[in-house]
């Protein structure tokens, strides 16, 4: 698969925290590619790369039209957090 080829140069980049391509178990064909980088200014530089620039060359040969997000992160919270907000629903609900 060509997106596999493609994950391990993107892995590779300076700032490149992550990059992992899933697929939409309900739609064929469908893919989300999700990349985290250490700062805002390296996915600039990872949008101008070539390697980004052949992601949407094959995203363009598809025939449907991409969609786009990019989320900016200003907290990652773990599983401590969700457990901390349930019991303090729970104690509030008098359990």
Excluded at 14 to 21: E, T, Y
């Amino acid at each position: 698969m060509v997106t596999r080829a493609m994950l391990g140069p993107t892995q590779a980049l300076l700032g490149c925290l992550a990059c992992r391509c899933y697929r939409d178990l309900d739609q064929e064909g469908v893919l989300f590619l999700v990349e985290e980088s250490s700062s805002p200014e390296r996915m600039q530089r990872h949008l101008r790369s070539d390697e980004f620039r052949l992601l949407l060359a094959l995203m363009d040969l598809s025939g449907v039209p991409p969609a786009f997000k990019v989320h900016e992160v200003a907290k990652t919270a773990d599983l401590d957090t969700v457990m901390a907000g349930l019991s303090y629903e729970q104690r509030k609900a008098g359990r």
